[in-house]
């Protein structure tokens, strides 16, 4: 639980603060999905094609994709440290297209995702995976 607050925290004053390419301090982004798809079904749905001009972004602008883990241990360990611009990505409740359509990509492409799984869900929704 510490190391949820202490990220909270951390993401509360990263997002608060201005982004100055001045500055030797890391920048870390944390996106986080629920679905994907082809179109756009509600709030929580990305299309495939935006992602993926996501990531072309960040690797334009200078991002390195990291496991959240990363993130957790430069909060940890004050020796620590972290490229200047860091982005973790991560996957909410489980969703089959998390599954079926960021897997293949983060397989393609090796980039490393934290999911966090809605269990009560899983094998029991219809949309969750199995």
């Known amino acids: 639980m510490l190391h949820a607050f202490r990220l909270l925290a951390v993401i509360a004053v990263l997002f ?22 082809d179109h756009v079904t509600d709030s929580m749905t990305v299309r495939t094609e935006t992602f993926e001009a996501q990531l072309r972004s960040l690797k334009e602008h200078g991002y390195q994709i990291l496991p959240l883990r990363a993130v957790l241990t430069w909060l940890e360990e004050p020796s620590a440290t972290l490229p200047p611009r860091v982005a973790i990505l991560t996957a909410d409740d489980g ?6 359509v960021l897997f293949p990509i983060a397989q393609k492409d090796r980039l490393p995702v934290t999911f966090f799984i809605y269990p009560s869900a899983i094998s029991n929704a ?4 199995t």
């Not at 030797?24 to 999905?33: A, C, D, F, N, P």
């Not at 969703?95 to 079926?100: G, P």
């Open 126 to 129: 219809a949309y969750a995976l």
């Open 16 to 37: 608060a603060a201005p982004v100055d390419a001045t500055r030797t301090e890391s920048h870390v982004l944390i996106l986080l999905y629920h679905r994907f798809s």
């Open 95 to 100: 969703h089959r297209s998390v599954y079926d």
